[in-house]
């Protein structure tokens, strides 16, 4: 292919990761190339953005772990010894997009990257030479869809004796935690139908601070959430004092203050300061943009307080990092 085709290729890897992403779906990444242009600056800002949403999709908001999350047997393999694929789950052809004629005793090296085939290899040769029929070990494992995306799994690998063929086998299973919507919505109708006050309590939603005890409401809850969601819209604007902001957005004080620490893990003057180092992150890695300019667009009051912020949470100076982008 020449440079034109090449090119529309790598954007229509881009438009069909953001179709995905569209649909709720954060289990696939684009390919990265070895490219130093706009198009694979733009490649590796979709992944980061996917892989953070993906990473704070279990921190954030009104859900509680134990029921509305669950484990989902994502994709089964069953190897022979020559490493071709004896049979698969239907996950696979859905997640991988390839049909059984072109999976079945297929090498399963094929439907990996570069990097993955090497760490497989490594496993491989570990599962030849030791008893992994009574030893299981995980291993992360990149796979390439048919559609030229990534989808990365946590990977289970063990092996085992078939006594029908007698003959070892090699089991692959990868493990994705899933939202459970019907559960969710079960505990949303439940609140809606209750009859009580809306602003009824949930009880997994518990703030313990020191001897003091905070219960929030679904609808205090909502009103921390769209504090959030102003607060990552506005990060190059100053942070109005706590109480402002709680009789902004409907709430007081205390529960914006002790609520957010609860809901996102951390203080929200921190959780601020993160946020603005992570957006100057991106920006001095795929911008030209001056470090200078970085600090006014994340919110900073000088380029030195910015440096020493951005130095202490990553142990580096930003200007480091932009000479190590430009040199990779």
Not at 14 to 25: K, P, V
Not at 169 to 185: F, H
Not at 243 to 260: D, R
Not at 295 to 314: C, D
Request: proline share 2%.
């Amino acid at each position: 292919m020449n440079d034109d085709e090449i090119n529309k290729e790598r954007i229509r890897q881009i438009h069909t990761m953001l179709l995905e992403f569209a649909s709720g779906n954060f289990a696939y990444k684009i390919e990265r190339s070895d490219l130093n242009d706009d198009i694979e600056a733009l490649t590796a800002l979709v992944n980061m953005t996917l892989e953070e949403i993906k990473d704070s999709f279990l921190h954030q908001g009104y859900v509680n772990l134990n029921e509305t999350y669950k484990h989902l047997v994502q994709m089964f393999f069953v190897l022979d010894m020559e490493n071709s694929i004896v049979t698969f789950n239907s996950r696979v052809k859905q997640m991988l997009l390839f049909n059984d004629n072109e999976l079945q005793e297929k090498d399963f090296s094929t439907f990996l990257t570069e990097d993955s085939k090497l760490a497989w290899k490594g496993l491989k040769s570990k599962i030849m030479h030791t008893n992994m029929d009574s030893h299981e070990e995980f291993i992360m494992l990149s796979f390439k869809t048919n559609q030229k995306l990534i989808l990365t799994a946590n990977c289970l690998v063990s092996k085992f004796i078939d006594h029908i063929n007698q003959s070892e086998r090699i089991v692959i299973t990868s493990i994705e935690i899933i939202k459970s919507s019907k559960e969710r919505e079960i505990e949303l109708q439940k609140i809606v139908n209750s009859g009580k006050n809306k602003n009824e309590t949930i009880k997994p939603r518990t703030v313990v601070n020191k001897n003091k005890q905070l219960n929030l409401s679904f609808s205090d809850i909502r009103k921390i959430r769209k504090v959030h969601d102003h607060i990552i819209n506005n990060l190059d604007k100053p942070l109005s004092p706590l109480i402002e902001l709680a009789h902004t957005f409907g709430t007081n004080e205390y529960k914006l203050k002790y609520g957010f620490k609860q809901l996102y893990g951390e203080t929200v003057f921190r959780f601020l300061i993160n946020e603005r180092l992570r957006k100057a992150c991106v920006l001095i890695q795929h911008t030209d943009t001056s470090i200078k300019e970085v600090a006014h667009l994340t919110g900073f009051i000088s380029a030195p307080h910015f440096s020493k912020a951005f130095k202490e949470k990553y142990g580096f100076t930003p200007r480091d990092l932009r000479r190590q982008s430009n040199d990779n």
